[in-house]
């Protein structure tokens, strides 16, 4: 079992940066990888970016690329988002999560940070 806490979600204006930080406990064979999805009212939940422990694995979602960074720190257990150069469309409900391998559909969930950015 893994569990997950969120911090970081807020408000900002367009243009804006903010930065999510997920920490993990419990498992970490089960948390080998580790990363963050959003979903926005009235859409579907989509794959941002993740990270493995080993750095063998690594994704972005094109909406993000060069924008968003995914980083993880092993010696915390813990994942971070920096999110830069914010639009209004990043708008969203973010989720960590963790599986043993990086994919799609991940076993184990944060509670949510809300992110809102404001044109």
């Known amino acids: 079992q893994v569990h997950l806490v969120e911090s970081g979600g807020g408000s900002v204006q367009a243009g804006g940066s903010l930065r999510l930080s997920c920490a993990a406990f419990g498992d970490l064979y089960s948390s080998e990888c580790m990363g963050w999805f959003r979903q926005a009212p009235g859409k579907e939940r989509e794959r941002v970016a993740d990270?493995?422990?080993?750095?063998?694995?690594?994704y972005y979602a094109d909406a993000v690329k060069g924008r968003f960074t995914i980083t993880l720190d092993n010696a915390k257990n813990t994942v971070y988002l920096q999110m830069n150069s914010l639009k209004p469309e990043d708008t969203a409900m973010y989720y960590c999560?963790?599986?043993?391998?990086?994919?799609?559909?991940?076993?184990?969930w944060g509670q949510g940070t809300q992110v809102t950015v404001s044109s």
């Open positions: 990270i493995s422990r080993s750095g063998i694995s690594n």
């Open positions: 999560a963790a599986d043993g391998w990086c994919r799609a559909s991940p076993r184990y």
